[in-house]
């Protein structure tokens, strides 16, 4: 309970007698006389003149004609020494007959010219008018002078007095302009200067006030008790030791120290006008400190004398909380219902929200949330407004309502005061108002909602529930940066192990495997042993079977196919029979896909037929048989399926070496193929892939050259066969093979060619070279390039210069690739002494090779080719480029050989021709050249020795 008591303390304005030159100071100054005087015209020219008309405006002051001493006063003109006199006597008679302003202009005018304490005496005056009208700006600053002039030890008890006057008007100004601080440190220099004096009795009284205005009640009660103190009179109607106890009370209630509150406002119930509010103050404290029994005697004290009083709708409350907390439940609700007729709604919407919660205790939720309802529609900016909308949003949130849960939650978090009055629960307001958009399927609000959710115990929550709402939404990225945000800021949040789930899931999502693996790792480690909890490791291990890790998601998976969890357990063990396969653990991946065959339906068949693929794999062809057996009992309806099924049986019954259960289902094959016409490509491939993965390619040719050769994929079958009959070296099979596709390109050609090449039938080869190329073929040139080499490999030259002769009639041919087969022909024909030949064919390659090392070798073998012939001009001609270094940068460094000895070749040549000059200065270069090979330098010194010793020495007798 609080109550402010205010002390009323008027400005006192009204100017003191005396102030001014008013008859009492007139006495004072000597006397008076009243010298009437007859109406002239003009002002006073004469100091006589002047002094008359002041003893006249003086007389009639005394005799109580002020407008005739106003009219003689104003006559006074400004340079008279009399006007200071008049100005002052001006502002009392203008004061006198309610002309403030007018006095004030005449201060204003009086100031400059006087000083001391006279100008401070005036000052004041000034400053009463100045705040008297209104203007606490004006009083301010015309007492700026006297607060701010120095005041040393010898100061007069005038200029004290003037002081203590200045700080006491000051501060009533800044009272006025709003200055608190300002005006309550005047007052309390009023009170500290002048202890003695009434304004200090009125400077104690407005610091008092000054308190209880800032809600300050300690403060207040201090300062009143040095108003007592201090010996001031008392203030009429007033018991200044109950106020002083009361205020006490509040300070203590303020401070929570209920003991002493209760003790103070006992003593302010002395007090007649005190005593309602100190009694209910009182069973207030009492009832705080649950001495329940003392506070409803205080209550019931309150009651026999003023129960229809002003508090009579606290006490009614106070008494209700006090029945309540006794455990008289029905008669606290009846003295709630009593307060709400009384009409105060602060305390009638707490009634009625205590009403509700006694309903609430009594199972009467429908009676509560009509309660709350009532305190919404007819308090809504009450102070129980938003507890009112809290419960009635957390009952519908809870029975389903949400619509109107979310209405009432919006409402609240509309509210300022809702974090205040909820104890704290504001953001549980906007973290309510997400959770009952995500029920009502509005993402997007709910996700929103969640974001302006800031309070640290809830920001966890709301990240989590943030993160879903994005997921829900496909904004997966989002979510997972949400979920990251948590697990770094909250690692104590109990929603840790859930954020690392809806982190896996997030990463899923983006196709992050690694990541989304190393989440569901983390998930199934904090995750206690549950639904989430199974659901993570099995993720975990399909992932890690993705990843190529099947080893560590056949643990995995073994673990929850074996739990008891049905949603899980049957896909569990069909992937831990993946994993098993993936590992190339055969055996057992079969014996899993065994257990799956209780699923049944396709699952269960599929599970069958992978169960007869592992044993195959595993070579354990009986079992296979049985398995694919079973499968035929129930045939499939796909009919193509199940021949496929019976084809398979009849493989794994054959390797088996059990030829009877095989030969069975052959015939049974065969009977179903004629039958349906145009499908026996189903019967015939599977078996021939089959003899194909066993390595029986002759039994594989012999069927897709027999029932299979026009199926549409015999042509991709026989080229297997054909590579599988090369590599296991049966060339002439693999060439008959080649010869046999319906379909022959290039590649299928030269293969043929290779095989055939390699059973050392070459002639074979070259027969077939010859056919291929008589037909309309692209990209020829390495069909003729193969056909000179056999020749070449067969020693028939004449058949290659043939060949080489055809090839170059070929306007398409490459030039390159021909004159490169020319270039081996020549060379052959150099070392078989036919130059001719080897002229003709090294000229041709010459012309056909643009460039790089294969044509300047062809250059050499010419030149050395013509120089065999004895025809060294034009030997001369070609060699002249190749050993004078002219070689084009992009011959070899390897090539430097062929440069050192085109260049002994041409030295040779000079030699012939008896050229020792020109001899002489290539031999000299090549003994210089650093990169020529050790054995070409060496013979070019040999030669130039020779050239200097035979050729070049002198005749005799000359030196």
């Not at 560590?552 to 994993?579: C, F, H, N, T, Y």
């Not at 030039?815 to 002494?833: F, I, K, L």
Request: charged share 25%; with cysteine; glycine share 8%.
């Amino acid at each position: 309970m609080a109550l402010a008591v205010v002390f009323v303390t008027g400005p006192a304005l009204a100017m003191p007698r005396g102030a001014v030159l008013g008859p009492d100071r007139l006495a004072r100054q000597g006397g008076w006389a009243w010298l009437p005087r007859a109406p002239r015209v003009g002002p006073p020219r004469t100091l006589e003149e002047e002094r008359a008309l002041v003893w006249h405006a003086r007389g009639a002051m005394h005799a109580g004609q002020w407008e005739e001493a106003t009219l003689a006063y104003a006559a006074v003109p400004l340079h008279s020494p009399y006007h200071p006199e008049a100005l002052e006597a001006l502002a009392w008679l203008h004061v006198r007959t309610g002309r403030p302003a007018r006095a004030r202009a005449d201060l204003e005018a009086l100031l400059p010219t006087v000083d001391g304490a006279r100008a401070e005496a005036v000052r004041a005056e000034l400053a009463r008018l100045c705040l008297a009208a209104g203007d606490p700006d004006a009083t301010l600053k015309v007492l700026r002078p006297t607060l701010e002039a120095p005041r040393g030890s010898g100061a007069t008890e005038g200029h004290a007095a003037a002081l203590v006057e200045a700080m006491w008007l000051s501060g009533l100004a800044a009272k006025a302009t709003g200055h608190a601080a300002f005006a309550l440190g005047r007052f309390q220099d009023v009170a500290r200067l002048a202890p003695a004096s009434q304004r200090a009795g009125l400077a104690q009284l407005e610091v008092v006030n000054h308190h209880l205005r800032m809600g300050r009640p300690g403060q207040a009660a201090d300062a009143l008790a040095r108003y007592v103190s201090g010996g001031y009179p008392e203030i009429a109607g007033v018991n200044l030791s109950a106020t002083l106890a009361f205020l006490r009370g509040e300070a203590a209630a303020r401070e929570e120290d209920w003991d002493r509150a209760s003790a103070a406002w006992e003593q302010a119930a002395s007090d007649r006008p005190l005593r309602d509010h100190a009694l209910v103050g009182r069973a207030w404290a009492l009832w705080r400190l649950r001495r329940t029994d003392e506070a409803l005697r205080v209550i019931e004290v309150y009651r026999r004398e003023r129960w229809a009083g002003l508090l009579q709708a606290p006490a009614r409350y106070l008494e209700g909380r006090l029945l309540q907390d006794a455990g008289r439940l029905a008669e606290a609700d009846a003295r709630y219902q009593e307060v709400e007729p009384i009409g105060v709604a602060a305390w009638s919407e707490q009634a009625l929200f205590q009403r509700a919660g006694l309903a609430l205790r009594g199972g009467q939720t429908g009676e509560a949330l009509a309660l709350a309802a009532t305190i919404v529609r007819d308090h809504p900016g009450g102070r129980m407004a938003s507890a009112a909308l809290w419960l009635l949003a957390e009952a519908q949130l809870s029975q389903g309502r949400t619509a109107e849960a979310i209405v009432n939650y919006q409402r609240l978090a509309s509210r300022p005061d809702a974090l205040m009055l909820l104890g704290g629960k504001g953001a549980a307001v906007v973290f309510k108002l997400g959770l009952a958009y995500l029920r009502a399927g509005d993402d997007a609000a709910a996700e929103a909602a969640f974001a302006k959710v800031g309070e640290p115990a809830l920001r966890a929550e709301a990240l989590f529930w943030q993160a879903e709402a994005a997921s829900r939404r496909e904004r997966h990225g989002e979510a997972a940066r949400l979920y990251l945000e948590l697990l770094r800021d909250h690692l104590e949040s109990p929603r840790v192990p859930d954020a690392w789930y809806g982190l896996a899931w997030a990463r899923l999502d983006l196709d992050e495997a690694g990541l989304a693996a190393a989440a569901f790792e983390e998930a199934s480690r904090r995750l206690a042993d549950g639904r989430r909890r199974r659901d993570a490791r099995y993720h975990l291990g399909l992932l890690l079977l993705d990843a190529g890790r099947p080893k560590a998601a056949r643990v995995l998976l073994a673990e929850i196919a074996a739990g008891a969890d049905p949603s899980r357990g049957a896909e569990a063990a069909w992937w831990l029979a993946e994993a098993m396969a993936d590992e190339g653990d055969w055996v057992a991946a079969a014996a899993q896909y065994g257990a799956c065959v209780a699923l049944g339906g396709e699952r269960g068949r599929q599970a069958r037929r992978q169960q007869a693929e592992m044993l195959q794999k595993a070579e354990r062809w009986a079992e296979a048989g049985t398995v694919l057996d079973a499968l035929l009992e129930n045939p499939d309806a796909d009919v193509a399926a199940g021949r496929k099924e019976r084809l398979a049986a009849a493989v794994a019954w054959s390797r088996a070496g059990v030829p009877d259960r095989a030969t069975a289902h052959y015939a049974r094959l065969a009977s179903e193929a004629r039958g349906f016409p145009g499908e026996q490509d189903q019967l015939w491939k599977p078996l021939i892939e089959a003899q194909i993965a066993t390595g029986a390619w002759a039994g594989a040719g012999s069927l897709l050259t027999g029932v299979a050769s026009a199926s549409p994929w015999a042509d991709g079958l026989l080229r297997q066969v054909a590579r599988g009959h090369a590599a296991s070296g049966q060339w002439r099979a693999a060439a008959a093979t080649w010869a046999s596709l319906p379909v022959q390109d290039a590649a299928s050609r030269m293969a043929r060619v290779e095989a055939l090449e390699q059973s050392g039938d070459r002639m074979g080869a070259a027969e077939c070279l010859e056919e291929i190329l008589l037909q309309q073929v692209d990209a020829r040139d390495p069909f003729w390039e193969r056909l000179c080499r056999n020749y070449a490999t067969l020693d028939l030259p004449e058949r290659e210069r043939t060949t080489l002769d055809r090839w170059m009639a070929e306007a398409s041919a490459d030039m390159a690739v021909r004159a490169t087969s020319w270039m081996a022909y020549g060379e052959r024909m150099v070392r078989r002494q036919d130059l001719d030949e080897a002229a003709f064919a090294l000229r041709a390659a010459v012309r056909g090779l643009p460039g790089g090392d294969a044509h300047w070798k062809a250059r050499y073998w010419l030149a050395s080719t013509l120089v065999t012939q004895g025809r060294f001009e034009d030997a001369e001609v070609i060699l002249k480029p190749l050993a004078d270094g002219a070689w084009p940068r992009d011959v070899s460094s390897g090539l430097s050989a062929w440069r050192a000895q085109a260049r002994l070749l041409r030295g040779q040549v000079l030699e012939i021709r008896k050229e020792w000059d020109g001899a002489e200065r290539l031999y000299t270069t090549l003994v210089g050249e650093k990169l020529a090979p050790a054995a070409q330098r060496r013979e070019a010194e040999a030669r130039l020795a020779f050239i200097r010793q035979f050729v070049r020495r002198p005749a005799k007798g000359k030196r």
